[in-house]
């Protein structure tokens, strides 16, 4: 079975400055993916970043970097400048097998970030 | 481009009563689809999926259901709400790897 973890249930950070969101996983498919979404108060789930697990190198998107480090099982979410915008809960989730003919997505039970000005 | 549209945005009903939430996706064919659950400050619980017309696959036993009428239509549906049944239903569409999620469905049981 898969298994997300976010250990930190809140994080505040201060406008302009980066923020690390932790997640671990655990899993026994040796082929999977990893994904960050965004939830600001309004509901819907935006995705943010995505890392595949044969991926050599660290996935970036913009002020988003996620910090792979597939020996430890970590997924970290690196936040640069953060942005009172970016003010919202954020949920690690994890994909299985990939041929299997469908993806489905088990989440961890998010970091709440409030970014201060 | 795709979109994906979920109604009602709200809703409010009593214990007993019978349940009908609609998820639709516009921009592509054969979509992979799924039912998600939110319970009030936690993470997402994965209730339905589905590959093509007319196969569920259900991830927890509950008094929910689910059923895909057509391609790009996913209903979730209960004979009688119970107040556990509360909290935020998101619909998502998946191509490959990436999964895309609907505006939600706040659904309160009183």
């Known amino acids: 079975a898969q298994k997300i973890t976010q250990t930190q249930p809140g994080m505040f950070v201060q406008e302009k400055e980066a923020v690390t969101l932790d997640c671990t996983y655990d899993?026994?498919?040796?082929?999977?993916?990893l994904f960050w979404y965004k939830q600001p108060s309004s509901g819907e789930m935006i995705f943010l970043i995505y890392?595949?697990?044969?991926?050599?190198q660290n996935a970036t998107e913009g002020r988003y970097s996620l910090n792979f480090q597939k020996a430890r099982k970590s997924a970290n979410l690196v936040i640069s400048a953060s942005q009172l915008g970016d003010s919202a809960m954020y949920f690690c989730a994890m994909r299985g097998l990939p041929n299997s003919g469908y993806s489905t997505l088990t989440f961890g039970k998010g970091t709440m970030l409030l970014v201060s000005p | 481009s795709q979109t994906i549209h979920q109604w009602p945005a709200t809703l409010v009903q009593p214990v007993g009563s019978p349940l009908s939430l609609e998820c639709t996706v516009e921009?592509?064919?054969?979509?992979?689809l799924y039912w998600y659950r939110q319970a009030a400050g936690r993470g997402l619980q994965l209730l339905f999926y589905?590959?093509?017309?007319?196969?569920i696959s259900s991830e927890v036993p509950q008094n929910l259901s689910a059923s895909r009428p057509q391609d790009r239509q996913f209903i979730l549906s209960s004979k009688k709400l119970l107040l556990s049944d509360s909290g935020f239903y998101l619909c998502a569409w998946a191509k490959r790897e990436w999964q895309y999620f609907g505006p939600g469905t706040r659904l309160t049981v009183l």
């Open positions: 899993t026994s498919d040796p082929s999977y993916g």
């Open positions: 921009g592509t064919s054969n979509p992979n």
């Open positions: 890392q595949g697990s044969y991926d050599q």
């Open positions: 589905s590959v093509g017309i007319g196969q």
